[in-house]
């Protein structure tokens, strides 16, 4: 929780021989987040993450995270120093089923 409702995903890693979609378990670990935040009541996530990750970048945009220009983050975002690409999913728009 970061204020007004909303949260920040700080770092969120998969080992390495346990990613992609075979096993699911970035997706179901984010799954748990949503389920969490959701139950937190909570109307907005945020994250920084950096151009280098890649499939990062697709994973998040394929679960509905939209980028968000850094000026428009919110002021207590909790920025890291490294990140430069940031990401924002509205609560409500996410599908029911997760």
Do not use: C, W
């Not at 075979?22 to 151009?51: F, H, R, S, W």
């Not at 499939?55 to 980028?67: G, P």
């Not at 919110?74 to 430069?84: E, G, L, Q, T």
Request: hydrophobic share 40%.
């Amino acid at each position: 929780y970061i204020g007004d409702h909303a949260g920040a995903i700080r770092k969120m890693f998969v080992r390495k021989d346990l990613r992609g979609k075979k096993t699911g378990i970035a997706q179901k670990l984010l799954e748990t987040l949503l389920n969490y935040a959701e139950e937190k009541d909570l109307i907005d996530l945020y994250l920084g993450t950096v151009p280098v990750l890649k499939a990062a970048l697709r994973f998040y945009e394929r679960n509905e995270f939209k980028l968000i220009a850094v000026e428009n983050l919110p002021s207590y975002f909790p920025r890291m120093k490294a990140d430069s690409v940031f990401y924002h999913l509205k609560m409500q728009s996410f599908p029911s089923e997760v």
